[in-house]
């Protein structure tokens, strides 16, 4: 007679073990949609056109003459309803009647196209302003507005590698001042790695020989959002959904100024976030909207979310990128 071992309990015992819960995918915070100037007059049809006038003259008066009259220059800025998106999935009447997950599985469609729908837009804002979007900056060019480089390669030289730099910083905020971009709400957004980058440089890192550098605030100005560092008047935020350099971001080198980009190079963002000058301009003709039905030929129910809207850079003054490196070249 023997009691109960291991040996002779295999079969009442499970080898492997499943939880209850589900694991899901971490998600960053997105932030894209705030500087953008959302108009709500754009009802119907599908390009807008704004009218522009530009500035009066001034012209030397000499006494009992007559004055002279200038006209304004006047233009017009479109932009049209462009994209159309959706995100859908179903799930069969056998795998909902089988699967211990169900619920759920099924609980998670609609949060998951939403987040999907959002991540798009995140990357499409973003993209706006870049080679290859309608409004956007020339490839491999300075893109000089008022005399002042609106796009450059980062100026920190390490061999082939280039990596943003204070100096950067600096001259954004020169390209903004002579673009008469109001000096408020500065924002800088960058790849992750330049964030690491700026942390360990020697003369931002030690706090003790450079107080200007000490002020990093913990909690930002919208949930799960956070200030790296305030550089030069601007909030630096990172982003993973930054655009690449080259005609639609194909990621292609760049020259600009005969100064050379690594391929695949990310582009950093430098603009003012005040309301009134948002460098972003857009339109939703459709706000994601979700549907779900049965199909009862398939034996399955179906969940749909789809969305419309329209983006475009609507002032390239108030708009710098500056490219650095991939973040491969983090070490």
């Not at 119907?44 to 009218?51: K, S």
């Not at 695949?264 to 309301?275: D, E, I, M, W, Y």
């Not at 909207?289 to 419309?308: G, H, P």
């Amino acid at each position: 007679m023997s009691g109960m071992t291991k040996s002779n309990s295999e079969l009442l015992t499970r080898q492997e073990v499943w939880s209850r819960q589900l694991k899901d995918v971490l998600q960053d915070e997105l932030m894209a949609r705030q500087y953008v100037n959302w108009l709500t007059d754009f009802n119907d049809g599908e390009t807008l056109t704004i009218p522009s006038i530009g500035e009066a003259n001034v012209r030397d008066y000499a006494e009992d003459t007559a004055a002279q009259y200038d006209a304004l220059d006047t233009g017009e800025f479109q932009f049209s309803i462009t994209e159309y998106l959706s995100s859908g999935t179903y799930i069969t009447d056998k795998n909902k009647q089988d699967m211990y997950y169900m619920n759920q599985l099924v609980s998670s469609f609609v949060p998951k196209q939403s987040r999907a729908l959002m991540q798009r837009l995140e990357a499409d804002v973003f993209k706006q302003g870049q080679p290859g979007q309608a409004g956007g900056q020339t490839v491999s060019n300075a893109n000089e507005i008022n005399g002042a480089d609106h796009r450059w390669v980062a100026s920190d030289n390490s061999g082939a590698v280039r990596l943003l730099a204070v100096e950067d910083f600096a001259k954004a905020l020169y390209s903004l001042k002579k673009a008469n971009v109001p000096q408020e709400n500065l924002i800088a957004i960058v790849d992750p790695s330049v964030e690491y980058t700026m942390n360990t440089q020697t003369n931002l890192a030690d706090i003790s020989n450079n107080p200007r550098w000490e002020g990093i605030i913990d909690t930002g100005i919208a949930r799960g959002m956070r200030f790296v560092k305030n550089i030069y008047g601007f909030d630096v935020y990172t982003s993973n959904y930054l655009p690449l350099a080259g005609a639609n971001q194909s990621g292609a080198a760049e020259t600009i100024n005969s100064v050379a980009s690594e391929a695949n190079s990310t582009c950093n963002l430098f603009f003012s976030a005040s309301r009134d000058i948002l460098p972003y301009v857009g339109a939703w003709r459709q706000m994601p909207r979700v549907e779900s039905e049965r199909n009862k030929d398939f034996q399955r129910d179906e969940y749909l979310t789809t969305a419309r809207y329209g983006l475009k850079l609507y002032r390239p003054e108030n708009f710098v990128t500056v490219l650095s490196s991939p973040g491969e070249n983090v070490v």
